[in-house]
């Protein structure tokens, strides 16, 4: 089976351990395009080559970059001429014109196609992207939504064909591994028995952008009224960034709430190691709910305890493995921040069934997978 992939999100290096997951499918050969570097709000985001065995990846070059609905790859269809795809998958929403004129090139090979969507809130386009997805949901032959509610959009729309509820990507519990104590990490110093010290809670927050609707002023604002030694490191830059370190300054915290840059991928585990919780605050907007929350299942495969709102997919992700708080309610997120500060037996056995349950539902060799058997479906095995 031939499988000619496109996506842009390939280009994260942690990414791309599904990719070799997927290429260790019996009698699948993958072949995988993406951009030599991708642009958003964050800035520029380079290709990655972190994790590249088993499968090929082209680098294609790419026009619009960072226009989400409007990018596209004017080389792909000589790609999949070449290659001759069984299935091509393309890795964008339907609403973009690449993933338009990708099912386009698809069909003049005969390959079959899958789309992947991730839009839980029912949104409505202006032409041409109205048209743009009309015309893919009429004629691709498979979908993959990234969570429940994305599936039931679809339907809304009246995409008719199979689809299946499958995260975009896993974590790699090798590379997402728990830190046995901070010296282990590398991050503290050890001291003898006979000089024993207590090392502040940490506390931490992950996130590529920081706006509004990702609710770190809620989680300042909640830190602002505990007691004893902690500290909050905020990853993350953004429009919102000079407002919450201006409310940081208000709160009288800004000694210990730290802000980050985003780092790279590869980085992130040692992130984590830090950390005796993470925080995902967010809050529904009319435009947008959290889709997946991806810092999650980052943090608990390195078995750190995980809070999270109850906005969009967080609970169905953490499930029975962290907390859940209702978003906006700052004091319901220090209730469980207390919690888990003052009972470390209870932060390690939440963390404990964080990483059981991504070992469970969430690694990129699962992904990879229940992507494989998508293919065969789509090709009637």
Not at 194 to 219: C, M, S, W
């Amino acid at each position: 089976m031939r499988v000619v992939m496109v996506s842009k999100a390939c280009v994260v290096g942690q990414y791309q351990t599904k990719l070799e997951e997927l290429a260790k499918q019996p009698s699948l050969e993958l072949t995988v395009v993406v951009p030599p570097f991708w642009r958003d709000e964050r800035g520029v985001v380079p290709l990655e080559r972190a994790h590249t065995n088993g499968y090929t990846l082209l680098v294609a070059p790419i026009r619009f970059n960072g226009q989400f609905h409007l990018h596209y790859y004017p080389t792909f269809a000589k790609i999949l001429g070449r290659v001759q795809p069984h299935v091509v998958h393309i890795d964008e929403e339907p609403y973009n014109l690449a993933t338009f004129l990708a099912l386009r090139a698809a069909r003049r090979v005969s390959a079959r196609t899958v789309f992947f969507t991730w839009q839980n809130i029912r949104r409505r386009y202006p032409p041409p992207f109205s048209w743009i997805e009309a015309n893919v949901l009429n004629h691709a032959d498979y979908a993959i939504a990234g969570n429940a509610d994305a599936e039931r959009v679809l339907r809304a729309k009246n995409y008719r064909g199979p689809a299946r509820v499958i995260p975009q990507f896993g974590v790699d519990p090798t590379q997402f591994i728990p830190a046995e104590t901070p010296s282990r990490a590398g991050l503290l110093p050890t001291h003898p028995s006979n000089h024993p010290t207590t090392q502040p809670f940490r506390i931490g927050y992950a996130g590529g952008r920081l706006v509004e609707e990702k609710g770190v002023d809620i989680l300042l604002r909640a830190a602002a009224g505990l007691t004893g030694d902690w500290e909050l490191r905020v990853l993350g830059t953004g429009p919102d960034l000079a407002r919450l370190r201006s409310l940081a300054r208000a709160l009288r915290i800004d000694a210990r709430a730290h802000f980050d840059a985003t780092r790279p991928s590869v980085e992130m585990p040692a992130f984590y190691a830090q950390l005796d919780a993470l925080v995902l605050p967010s809050r529904t907007r009319p435009n947008w709910k959290e889709q997946f929350g991806r810092v999650l299942i980052e943090a608990m495969a390195c078995q750190v305890a995980v809070i999270g709102s109850d906005c969009g997919e967080i609970p169905n992700v953490i499930g029975d493995a962290g907390l859940i708080f209702p978003e906006g309610d700052a004091d319901a997120l220090r209730a469980h921040l207390v919690a888990l500060r003052d009972n470390p037996a209870y932060r390690a056995e939440l963390g404990q069934r964080g990483r059981g349950r991504v070992l469970a539902h969430f690694t990129q060799a699962r992904i990879a997978e229940e992507t494989f058997q998508v293919y065969t479906r789509i090709l009637g095995g």
